[in-house]
């Protein structure tokens, strides 16, 4: 039955892939949280389950921002709704268990055993919810000798020899933030989706585990087969990639202004000769051939570098991606919002809050022609909809809501 209190959402011509989805969301960081919001944005209504005893710490504002909200949160929470349940109290595991028997998928991503001393693993859901699909999201997953590892996103490109394939030849194995934790969110959801259409099948759930340092070494199945076949580890390569060149970032007119150029055969490289206005690279014998070419990048790279650093980077993408050459601003947050071609798409759309402010969003990565999706609604409160989740979802009366507040059980 309908609502008064019932979250609304704009009105679509259909509904989206996963209306009607509910996800009880006990995520925290980032990977987690990003594979839940991305469930949101497919149209699941996810149900963040977070306490003011120990809130999630994105949600705390960070200073180097200079805002009061914190970036990081709002990323991966808008479209969610936010329920205060307690977990450390008995009482609030059984609201958490009464949420998961009227959801389709759970997400979390505790450290492993969290759950299990919580009384919330999936053995136990399951006997909330015989069909539930339940995913959890951890550094090194929830079996084997590491499983209680800690871990962050520079540690999961690291463990999963991602950051060591990653750098400048005579430099240290690279970082990976955001990526990592990103990636992560992204195969999860993947996988948390495949298991829910099989549940839609069979009628069976399941439990998906998924291991950030293990997405990490997904992404180095080729240095893994290199290594296999001829007993040696490729090394970190800057921006080569083999037997292409030019290859590289180069500077442009003004301050951190850089673009990026990949020649891949004989015709590209002569429309970016005749692009730049140096005809006589065509001639120079260092770069007559596409194998010349990558045995002397580096005088390549300091002649289109001398040529770049004189004009404007956009002014420079457009005329090359005119003459067939594959180029491309390197491009910075100030400039992704502000980008002419992703707010036509729709991809950075500014959203106002329920006070008049503003801030610029990013939207779903891929595009339907039947059942678009988008940000609709604003970062949520802390316990902003435990009205509806307490009294619309669970049917509780008033005065047990209040009273378990009042024994910060619902806190």
Not at 180 to 194: E, I, N, Q
Not at 196 to 219: I, P
Not at 355 to 377: D, H, K, L, M, Q
């Amino acid at each position: 039955m309908a609502r008064s209190d019932t979250p609304q959402r704009a009105p679509s011509r259909a509904l989206k892939p996963l209306e009607g989805v509910r996800v009880a969301d006990f995520t925290l960081h980032a990977a987690g949280p990003f594979c839940a919001h991305l469930l949101s944005l497919l149209g699941a209504e996810v149900i963040k389950i977070e306490t003011a005893g120990r809130p999630d710490i994105f949600r705390k504002p960070h200073p180097v921002y200079g805002r009061m909200g914190a970036a990081t949160y709002d990323q991966v929470a808008s479209n969610k709704l936010s329920v205060q349940i307690n977990l450390k109290e008995a009482r609030g595991v059984e609201l958490a268990k009464r949420l998961v028997a009227v959801s389709d998928i759970v997400a979390e991503s505790f450290r492993p055993g969290v759950m299990d001393r919580l009384g919330l693993n999936y053995e136990a859901l399951k006997a909330v919810k015989e069909d539930i699909v339940m995913v959890s999201v951890s550094a090194s997953g929830q079996t084997g000798p590491e499983r209680g590892y800690a871990g962050y996103a520079p540690l999961f490109g690291a463990a999963g020899g991602l950051g060591t394939l990653t750098g400048y030849e005579d430099g240290p194995p690279t970082e990976i933030r955001h990526v990592m934790d990103h990636s992560t969110g992204l195969a999860a959801a993947m996988a948390v989706l495949a298991a829910y259409l099989h549940k839609k099948r069979t009628g069976r759930g399941q439990h998906v585990d998924v291991a950030a340092r293990e997405v990490a070494c997904s992404f180095i199945g080729d240095a893994l087969l290199r290594y296999a076949a001829g007993g040696v580890a490729p090394r970190r390569a800057g921006n080569d990639a083999p037997g292409l060149a030019p290859h590289n970032v180069y500077p442009c007119a003004g301050e951190e202004q850089w673009l990026s150029i990949v020649v891949s055969n004989d015709e590209e490289w002569r429309a970016l000769a005749q692009a730049s206005g140096h005809a006589d690279w065509l001639t120079d014998a260092r770069f007559a051939s596409r194998s010349a070419r990558w045995t002397h990048r580096r005088e390549l790279d300091r002649l289109i570098g001398a040529w770049t650093r004189t004009a404007a980077r956009d002014d420079l993408a457009r005329r090359l991606q005119a003459a067939g050459v594959a180029a491309f601003p390197s491009c910075t947050a100030a400039d992704i919002a502000n980008e002419p071609h992703l707010r036509e798409r729709g991809t950075i759309t500014t959203m106002t809050g329920p006070e008049g402010e503003t801030r610029n969003v990013v939207g779903p990565p891929w595009r339907f022609s039947r059942t678009p999706a988008a940000i609709e609604r604003w970062t949520p409160k802390l316990g902003e909809h435990n009205e509806y989740v307490f009294d619309g979802l669970l049917g509780m009366s008033k005065s047990d809501i209040a009273a378990l507040m009042e024994a910060k059980v619902i806190y």
